[in-house]
């Protein structure tokens, strides 16, 4: 089984501020890698797949990089709507875990 | 755009056996992979498995190996996770969520069904 960890487990940042999270896996998932976006009562939201791909309807802010064991999401400039819990999960071969989650919230 | 509608919540006995649906619509089913997350209050989210539609096939998790069934239905575009012998510990939300097969990007969730188990 891969195992995969996020670093920060919480970010704390403004509004405007550019937000760097890190995914890394235990054995590389080469770019079968996603980016999940989670509110408190919603369920999970695409943001990017093939580790750089962003999803349908996806602003531009948000991009991803990374391939092999070492990934990041980066948000360029925080909206009030990007305050969440973001998650990497890998789908080279199951089970396709996921990671354990960075929370960004209010500085 | 495809759509995902998930069954409503459940509440069961611990021993017992739950059946959650998810119900797709606005792209060929067949052409899609189905995969079961669950996330219990306040944590982060658990892969359960999935199935690929076309074939049939599905994997799942070692945890949940004994006591998970993946299957589908293509007749009425749905996928179904039944969860038996049912602890507390089971108390959690179970989404589905599906990709197209060339991607296997997981763009459409369901809800998401709450399943209480409580004696």
């Known amino acids: 089984e891969i195992e995969m960890t996020q670093s920060p487990a919480t970010l704390s940042l403004s509004p405007g501020e550019r937000a760097t999270l890190s995914c890394r896996a235990s054995?590389?998932?080469?770019?079968?890698l996603a980016w999940y976006q989670q509110k408190p009562g919603q369920a999970p939201r695409l943001l990017i797949y093939?580790?750089?791909s962003r999803a349908t309807n996806i602003p531009a802010r948000f991009s991803g990089s990374g391939s092999g064991t070492e990934f990041t999401l980066t948000i360029s400039s925080l909206q009030s709507e990007d305050f969440a819990v973001y998650y990497c999960?890998?789908?080279?071969?199951?089970?396709?875990?996921f990671g354990p989650g960075t929370k960004v919230d209010f500085k | 755009q495809m759509q995902v509608v998930q069954s409503g919540p459940e509440v069961k006995k611990p021993g017992t056996s739950v059946k959650v649906s998810c119900k797709t619509s606005?792209?060929?089913?067949?052409?899609?992979?189905v995969q079961w997350v669950r996330q219990t209050r306040g944590q982060g989210l658990e892969w359960i498995g999935w199935?690929?539609?076309?074939?049939?096939?599905?994997n799942f998790a070692d945890k949940f190996h004994n006591r998970v069934s993946i299957t589908r239905d293509v007749s009425t575009n749905t996928a179904y996770m039944q969860l038996s012998g049912l602890s507390s510990e089971d108390t959690a939300v179970y989404y589905c969520?599906?990709?197209?097969?060339?991607?296997?990007?997981?763009?459409?969730w369901g809800q998401g069904t709450l399943v209480t188990v409580s004696s």
């Open positions: 606005g792209v060929t089913f067949t052409n899609t992979a």
């Open positions: 054995h590389s998932v080469s770019s079968n």
């Open positions: 093939g580790a750089s």
């Open positions: 199935i690929v539609v076309s074939s049939g096939d599905a």
């Open positions: 969520a599906a990709a197209g097969v060339m991607t296997f990007a997981y763009e459409f």
């Open positions: 999960q890998h789908y080279i071969r199951w089970p396709f875990t």
